[in-house]
């Protein structure tokens, strides 16, 4: 019972050392729990590290997860291990909101810090978790720009923004709430985005009758989704999707097609070829 007890007692001090050295990094709150949790399987799990035993643990657990955060984890120990990327079956995800839904959803919302929420959404193709750990002064009216600074990777994202939003955009935040240039949240007071999540979720419910599409925005990727898929409908070129959304590689943009916009490429693709050798 000891023996277990100081096991545990092991694994949560790495843990929390871990939970520490990850504060330097800007990575959203989310993130940085998850990654913990899965540190906490893989010490539980893995008797001792070695590239053969981490590998092992990525295999038995196939999730990008679990790839990131054990890779974070070797970078935090100094442990330069080969991992071997284990094969990861393609979720069949439900289809996202489209633009037009989510445009006609904004038109019926009341609560102002709802709308906006939604509204930099779909002008930036965040995460929600994202959009909810935004500053005010995260938002540069002089350049036009949105800086995402608390990301999933870690890494700060900028994205400029029409003109006439962030004219409006600002209206909003000087003349409804007075709060411009404050070093305050943007969606509320509380510094936690788990809470705000929390706050976001139960606004959905209460402002979209829609219940199908209000379960679809609840999910943190869905309006993301829902840019990336109307970037390639419009263009065709997965490059700008990347470019615009911040990824840092194709094959992570293309997890987020829709069969029914991977359908409607094809069909396009499909319609110029054959325009061109008829």
């Known amino acids: 019972m000891n023996t277990e007890n100081g ?34 399987k893989l010490l539980k799990e893995c008797e001792e590290l070695s590239e053969m035993s981490v590998n ?13 955060a ?3 984890y070797l970078e935090f120990k100094g442990l330069k291990f080969r991992i071997i990327k284990p094969k990861i079956k393609r979720k069949i995800r439900p289809k996202p909101p489209s633009i037009e839904e989510i445009k006609g959803a904004l ?13 930099i959404g779909i002008a930036t193709g965040a ?41 409006k955009l600002k209206e909003y935040l000087i003349e409804e709430k007075g ?6 949240c943007f969606f509320t007071n509380t510094k936690s985005t788990d809470v705000a999540y929390r706050i ?17 925005l609840m999910q943190s990727h869905n309006i993301r989704r829902a840019v990336i898929n109307w970037i390639l409908k419009e263009t065709g070129n997965i490059v700008y999707a990347k470019e615009f959304v911040g990824h840092v590689s194709i094959a992570t943009t293309e997890r987020y097609l829709s069969e029914l916009t ?16 008829v």
Do not use: C
């Not at 092992?56 to 990131?68: A, G, I, R, T, Y």
């Not at 069909?267 to 070829?273: F, L, P, S, W």
């Open 7 to 40: 096991e545990n007692q092991r694994v949560e001090a790495e843990a929390e050392a871990f939970g520490k050295w990850l504060e330097q990094f800007p990575i959203a709150e989310k993130s940085v729990k998850n990654y913990i949790w899965v540190v906490k």
């Open 56 to 68: 092992k643990f990525l295999k038995e657990h196939p999730n990008m997860l679990f790839v990131s």
């Open 70 to 72: 054990v890779r974070k």
């Open 107 to 119: 038109e019926k919302i009341e609560d102002k810090d709802l709308f906006w929420v939604l509204k």
């Open 127 to 167: 995460r929600i978790h994202e959009i909810l750990s935004l500053r005010l002064n995260d938002i540069d009216f002089e350049e036009g720009k949105v800086i995402f600074r608390k990301t999933k990777t870690g890494h700060e994202h900028e994205v400029f923004i029409n003109k006439e939003i962030m004219n």
């Open 179 to 184: 709060i411009l240039g404050a070093q305050k």
């Open 200 to 216: 976001y979720r139960r606004k959905v419910k209460e402002q979209i009758r829609n219940k199908d599409l209000a379960r679809r």
């Open 262 to 277: 991977r359908e409607e490429i094809r069909k396009t693709v499909a319609e110029k070829i054959g325009k061109e050798v």
